[in-house]
């Protein structure tokens, strides 16, 4: 079997050598990188060939890219590559393996033109300057034969191997067969649409409710599909922590069928959770695990392959055994494991690696997108920028004196932006131009002063110039998916008006399309998926997407749910509702001591609950929920539901504990929820409301369902969740107010719920 590479992955395996440096250099964007290489080739004459496909072939090996561009009339083949600052600042490494790249596509060009010799260039180009700084060489066909056949020796012990390892893992997943003596209510029908799906290429969104085994019965069938369907990779990708260890205990327990199953499953963790030396920069010069990186990373990949299960604490240990950096060598195995387990961000966000190396690559993947529900919010977030004029006012004071001209541009165009303002919060139907200009010319400024001073600078200016960075970024994006909006605020008390930017996205659609159509199949699951169409709208899902309402394994009886339809939770009702409220959970726990969450729409609520219930019921065991819980005190808060203890938890709905908890048995027997969790009515909220009636009406889309109504109704569905966690669990949910009567609403709640009504 031959293995196929690319250039350029060839290159970076072959020739990367030396120390890891990642002081802040700042690169070309994309966009800018595009612009340049088109610059460079519009310069060069009629007959200039440009992006030339080449390919070949090298015993159990073929090499394929394309190469930047050819003169034929000067025999002379080019590598373009942009930078800012000064040339000379380009690391040696990194010249090497640019030189690498031009010499393998200079020999697959003298074998496709049956040429003696050729010229070949690096021609480095400055962004901001336009000049072209040309490095070029003549070689002998011979010679370059010699450097191809050198990187591919290199390689192909590498390249062996991985063939090799394919063809067991296809053949051992071919034999996969599912762990459990049978399958669970549901878990079948579940397995069946995820196998279907990536047989053909398909996306689905599954709504199972928990208790069926949904991560076990996603992975089972897509890891079954990969020899047949010639998959790559598999990315499963998680909103939270929790997500991720299921993923790892699932796959842990299909692995244990076979020994040492030649099936690689890396988990990729965040930078700073990886990071050995948080107080060193990654540069061989301050970290000793950047240190010799390159040189040292050939020995920690292959002990990391031949290790298979990649879990932080393995890849933390053989990458200290190595004395390489843990996060940057997950980085590399990113690019040999089968299975990745990680945040949503690193497929989904703007500079995501594993959508970059799938692109690179050209990767057949599947994706595996778990509690799908939370990517809505997540993707809003990554598509999101803000700028605080208060933060950039101290900034300014203490800048290089290079950067005054710039910076105080852009203070002068951020004043005018918000001096006719009169409400304190206000959105704005365009961004200014001229604060746009300024702000961009700012941007590159600090990028060459920051390529000239690598060193030494400010943390301030390099947030704010990623922020800017970004910010200006998504405004060459801006659409009806996101609004631009100021908040005015005052430095000191009556003093100055500042003021806050932000270009909020609301609708991810536009940015996530591209990443679910770059993948061969995507199977989002969850609880909550809700209405289909939704989901659909706001994700950029395929029109032909196709949705399934996984069968339950709960029966009715299991949990009593009841509307308490003559009580109301409005904003204006709630003093009112307090007594009641208390005196229903007072009254149930009474029929059934044990332990209990009640869920309200806001701290103030919640408060003004607990006061009341503590007042009127002291002998009723209570805890709540504080703002700014750190893990300690969550572990703590989720300690009090025992086997064996009684009590009431106080808990704000959509917060920590209203999903992803697991208290099962007597741990959690009851939730009470007071409020339908619909988003406040605010001016975000409501343009919200108002852009996506203009976006979604032709399909059906309402605007007040879309920033309401179903945001709300899944946080009410994921909460109430926490109390049937097994088939062997029961309990109660209480409905805590008279819309939960109203059809439009009933009709969002889970069909194997039989809902009752009660009078308080």
């Known amino acids: 079997m031959t293995y196929r590479v690319a250039v350029r992955a060839l290159c970076e395996f072959t020739a990367k050598e030396g120390d890891l440096d990642l002081r802040f250099t700042p690169a070309p964007t994309a966009q800018e990188g595009i612009a340049g290489h088109q610059t460079v080739v519009g310069r060069r004459g009629p007959d200039y060939i440009s992006e030339l496909v080449l390919a070949g072939s090298y015993p159990g090996l073929l090499v394929a890219g394309r190469a930047d561009g050819f003169d034929p009339s000067q025999n002379l083949l080019e590598e373009i590559k942009t930078h800012r600052g000064d040339v000379s ?329 918000h001096q006719d303002q009169v409400d304190d919060y206000q959105i704005y139907p365009t961004i200014a131009d001229l604060f746009i200009a300024s702000l961009q010319k700012a941007v590159s400024a600090i990028t060459d002063h920051l390529t000239d001073q690598p060193t030494g600078n400010d943390a301030a200016l390099l947030r704010f110039y990623l922020d800017a960075m970004l910010f200006c970024r998504l405004a060459e994006a801006y659409g009806p998916h996101s609004l631009f909006d100021i908040t005015r605020h005052e430095e000191f008390a009556g003093r100055k008006t500042l003021s806050t930017l932000c270009l909020r996205n609301i609708v991810p659609a536009p940015f996530l399309k591209q990443r679910f159509l770059t993948a061969h199949s995507t199977t989002l699951f969850s609880a909550t998926l809700s209405p289909a169409q939704y989901y659909s709208d706001l994700l950029g899902l395929p029109e032909e997407a196709e949705w399934i309402n996984v069968e339950s394994p709960f029966k009715a009886e299991q949990l009593s749910v009841s509307v308490i339809r003559n009580l109301s939770t409005r904003y204006q009702h709630r003093s009112a509702s307090l007594r009641p409220i208390c005196q229903l959970i007072a009254d149930q726990f009474a029929r059934k001591p044990g332990n209990y969450l009640a869920f309200f729409s806001s701290y103030a609520y919640l408060q003004q609950a607990l006061d009341q219930f503590t007042a009127d019921y002291p002998n009723i065991p209570t805890w709540a929920q504080s703002r700014s819980m750190n893990e300690a005190e969550r572990h703590g808060f989720l300690a009090r539901f025992a086997e064996h203890s009684n009590g009431v938890g106080f808990a704000v709905l959509g917060g920590a504990f209203g999903e992803g908890i697991d208290l099962p048995g007597k741990r959690l027997i009851g939730a009470f929820i007071a409020t339908l969790g619909l988003p406040q009515i605010n001016p975000v909220n409501e343009e919200m409301k108002e852009r996506m009636q203009a976006m979604f009406a032709d399909s059906g889309g309402n605007g007040y369902d879309y920033a309401y109504l179903y945001p709300g109704l899944q946080k009410v569905v994921q909460a109430a969740g926490r109390v049937i966690r097994s088939t062997d669990d029961s309990g109660v949910v209480y409905l805590l107010d008279d819309r939960f009567g109203q059809r439009a609403v009933r009709e969002l709640l889970p069909n194997w719920w039989d809902v009752g009504s009660e009078l308080v």
Not at 91 to 98: E, G, I, Y
Request: contains cysteine.
């Open 89 to 417: 600042r380009i690391p040696d490494n990194h010249r090497s393996l640019h030189w690498a790249q031009v010499k393998i596509y200079g020999w697959l060009l003298c074998v496709e033109l049956e040429l003696a010799e050729l010229d070949l260039a690096v021609v480095y180009f400055n962004v901001m300057t336009q000049q072209e700084t040309p490095y070029r060489e003549t070689f002998k066909a011979d010679d370059l034969r010699r450097f191809f056949a050198l990187q591919c020796d290199r390689f192909i012990a590498w390249a062996r191997q991985e063939t090799e390892h394919r063809a067991e893992r296809d053949l051992c997943l071919q034999e996969l067969r599912f762990p459990h003596a049978g399958f669970r209510t549901g878990q079948r029908q579940l397995a069946k649409a995820v196998y279907r799906a990536a047989r053909d290429g398909e996306t689905i969104m599954a709504q199972a409710t928990t208790g069926i085994g949904k991560t076990l019965g996603t992975l089972f069938p897509q890891l079954k599909a990969f020899p047949e369907q010639q998959l790559d990779r598999l990315f499963f990708l998680t909103a939270k922590t929790p997500g991720r260890q299921l993923a790892l205990e699932a796959l842990s327990t299909l692995r244990s069928q076979q020994l040492d199953m030649p099936l690689r499953v890396l988990e990729h963790t965040a930078r700073d959770k990886a990071c050995e030396h948080p107080d060193k920069a990654c540069h061989g010069d301050s970290c000793p695990l950047a240190q010799g990186f390159y040189d040292r990373l050939p020995a920690a990949r292959a002990a990391a392959v031949e290790a298979k299960w990649l879990d932080q604490p393995s890849v933390r240990r053989i990458a200290l055994e190595h004395q390489v950096c843990p996060y940057y060598l997950s980085q590399e195995l990113c690019r040999w494991s089968d299975v990745v387990v990680g945040d949503y961000n690193y497929y989904f966000d703007m500079t995501a690696l594993l959508h970059g190396l799938t692109v690179l690559n050209d990767w057949r993947i599947t994706l595996l997108v778990d509690e799908a529900h939370n990517l809505i919010d997540r993707a809003r977030g990554m598509y999101t920028a803000e700028l605080d004029q208060q933060v950039f006012n101290v900034l300014r004071r203490n800048a290089p004196k290079s950067l005054k001209t710039v910076l105080d541009r852009v203070a002068r165009h951020w004043n005018t932006l």
